[in-house]
């Protein structure tokens, strides 16, 4: 079985400063680990995947993510916040067989 | 590419009548999907098929609910009757191999659905 757990549900940040989304997930075996972009009223955009290569994984629009097997981690980050960068994020797992595991979101707020 | 295409961006419908949800994936992608997303349940997937045909649809409410892929480019949600608590948004969305692979999901913007 997978799981993913998204550890805040919103998360606040001023406009310049670090962006920090965390995601702690369950897998069996070497998963394949995304981060998704929803900005409202639109689909979900893939910003990074992992697939088992280098465990730092550089994304769209500044986002990167570190995968920690360690830690069972695969937090979200960005040096500096934009206002565009306001959305909800979606960490997600997937693994042989099985279909796309999705945590529940962490929206974004930042404030000017 | 135009991406996922979905139609119609909003449905607004009264309780008991048929909805009929639209998506054109991505050419050349095997695999599509629907979701629906709600405030309580998060993004549930619905139903999937590889290569037109429906590989699991387990997650599909009740038999209210069905989908069909009749070709390569093209897939229908339909309910059947709709309900007020089908109110959510609905999204496709496809792949160009399978996602425990790695290959990422390309959505479309949605149906948001509405049934008074």
């Known amino acids: 079985a997978q799981s993913v757990t998204q550890l805040d549900s919103h998360v606040s940040v001023s406009e310049g400063t670090p962006v920090l989304l965390r995601c702690n997930y369950s897998?069996?075996?070497?998963?394949?680990l995304f981060w998704y972009v929803q900005h409202p009223n639109k689909g979900l955009q893939l910003l990074l995947k992992y697939t088992s290569a280098a465990t730092l994984v550089k994304g769209i629009n500044g986002f990167e993510a570190e995968f920690k097997k360690s830690e069972t981690s695969f937090h979200l980050t960005k040096p500096s916040a934009h206002m565009s960068d306001a959305a909800e994020y979606f960490c997600v797992v997937s693994r042989g067989y099985s279909t796309l595991t999705f945590g529940k979101g962490t929206m974004l707020l930042v404030s000017p | 590419d135009a991406g996922v295409i979905q139609s119609p961006r909003h449905e607004v419908t009264e309780m008991g009548q048929e909805v009929t949800l639209r998506c054109k994936p991505i050419?050349?992608?095997?695999?599509l999907f629907w979701y629906r997303q709600t405030m309580m349940r998060g993004l549930e997937l619905l139903i999937y098929?590889?290569?037109?045909?429906?590989?699991?649809d387990s997650g599909m409410p009740e038999d209210r609910f069905s989908a069909k892929m009749p070709n390569a480019s093209f897939s229908t949600l339909k309910i059947q009757p709709s309900e007020p608590r089908d109110s959510a948004v609905y999204f496709c969305a496809s792949s160009s191999g399978w996602t425990g692979d790695g290959s990422p999901l390309h959505f479309g913007n949605g149906t948001r659905l509405t049934v008074t």
């Open positions: 050419s050349g992608h095997d695999y």
């Open positions: 098929f590889n290569n037109n045909v429906p590989i699991d």
């Open positions: 897998s069996s075996y070497s998963p394949s």
